[in-house]
Every structure is written in structure tokens, then in C-alpha cells.
């Protein structure tokens, strides 16, 4: 826990799909630890390292907003692919006015959350891979804005601003205690791709994670 790190992200947008929402898309109240996870391996993700979720600070009020957007109805099928790259004369495009398909979805809108989180080394690791060398890199990177891709909250079109936090988090403007329900924390790709919930509880606009996991249960 001393090589922890707190990270501020901002954007316009985000949406943070709740699973048993099958045709229109309505986010959850606040990011998702797993969604505050990829924007953390989007910045610095290595095989030898593991990032973990510790808090998520809710630092913006929390506004939704319903928008409608086209989107692709499937994707181009593997076989396609896979004959391409034999050599074969496919077609490797979706014709727009074929597969659009208009879906409302209800997003969050101007969104500003405080990641606190710390990383664990994996049995990917070799003996070059020391902690002090990750944990450097990463902040190197984030005071630079470097990133192998660029984050989004939760949908590609919904990019993210971040900057290291050197000090003390911003305070939130979210007060008193919010049971957010049950929600999505993880996807154990080990286990068949198994969807992972846990008990979500925010105090003063701070949801603490492994506290949640401790006292709320995973299921």
C-alpha cells in the first residue's frame, strides 16, 4: 500500500452499462472499480503487474442525461477474417445503412472521479520486475498524460482527461451515506469470463472498495 497511487479523471460523458440492461443502455450511478482499472492499465499495464482498487472518490454531482445514438447492430463475422488473411476475396466493411440501428441510452454527464488504487505483482513477473520500477514508470506517465491508448469511461466515444494527484484528493460535494446496491466490480476471465458484484456503499462521496468487499460480500 505505500506505492499507491491517486489519480484524477474527468469528461463530458460516461456510461457504465449495467448487465441486465439488454437493448438500451443505462450506466450506474458512479465508475465501476473494473472500469477504474482499465483506465489505469490504458495508462501503464504491464503481464507482471496487477492493478487493485482501493477508493473512488464521486467528486461532481451526479447527473444523468438521455441521448440517442446509431450503432452497429453486429460485427464482421471471424470467418470473414480469418478467409482474408488466407488470401481470399471477402468484403471486410459494414454498410452503415444496413447495419444502424438507434438505441437511447442514459448516461452520466460531467463526470469527475478520484481513483486511489495500488498495484500487485503477478506470477508474470521476473526479477527486473521490481515494484519501485513499475510504480515510477506509472507516475512518470501520468504527470506526462502518456497512455497506450486513451481511456474512456465505459464507451469508447466517451474519452478521459486525467492528471496525478501529487497531495490530498479533492473533496466531494456528495454528502451523507448512499447504498448504490449491488454492482459490477470485476470479470474473472480465469473463471469463463464470470461477472463479479459486490455491495457498493458511498460515505461522503467516497465509495471504499476493499472495505465494500470486506463487509458487503462478492457474489
Not at 460516461?14 to 482499465?38: I, L, N, Q
Not at 454531482?61 to 446509431?70: G, L
Request: glycine share 10%; hydrophobic share 40%; aromatic share 10%.
Amino acid at each position: 500500500m505505500g506505492y499507491g497511487i491517486r489519480l484524477k479523471v474527468w469528461g463530458d460523458y460516461a456510461c457504465f452499462t449495467r448487465p441486465e440492461m439488454k437493448t438500451e443502455r443505462v450506466s450506474y450511478d458512479v465508475m465501476t472499480p473494473s472500469a477504474a482499472r482499465g483506465i489505469l492499465e490504458a495508462i501503464h499495464w504491464k503481464p507482471a503487474i496487477c492493478w487493485k482498487i482501493d477508493r473512488i472518490h464521486v467528486l461532481n454531482p451526479i447527473k444523468f442525461d438521455n441521448i440517442r445514438r446509431n450503432e452497429r447492430s453486429g460485427k464482421i463475422p471471424a470467418g470473414k477474417v480469418k478467409t482474408a488473411l488466407r488470401g481470399g476475396d471477402v468484403t471486410l466493411f459494414q454498410d452503415p445503412a444496413e447495419d444502424a440501428v438507434q438505441r437511447a441510452s442514459l448516461v452520466l454527464r460531467d463526470v469527475c472521479y478520484g481513483i486511489e488504487a495500488h498495484f500487485e505483482l503477478t506470477g508474470e513477473a521476473g526479477p527486473e520486475d521490481t515494484v519501485e520500477k513499475h510504480y515510477n514508470i506509472a507516475l512518470r506517465r501520468m504527470r506526462k498524460g502518456q497512455c497506450f491508448h486513451h481511456p474512456y469511461f465505459g464507451c469508447r466515444e466517451f474519452p478521459v482527461q486525467f492528471e496525478l494527484v501529487e497531495g490530498e484528493m479533492p473533496a466531494s460535494c456528495c454528502t451523507g451515506e448512499k447504498d448504490l446496491g449491488f454492482m459490477l466490480y470485476d470479470i474473472d476471465f480465469a473463471d469463463e469470463m464470470k461477472a463479479i458484484f459486490y455491495r457498493a456503499v458511498m460515505v461522503d462521496g467516497v465509495i471504499d472498495v476493499q472495505r465494500c468487499l470486506g463487509f458487503g460480500g462478492v457474489s
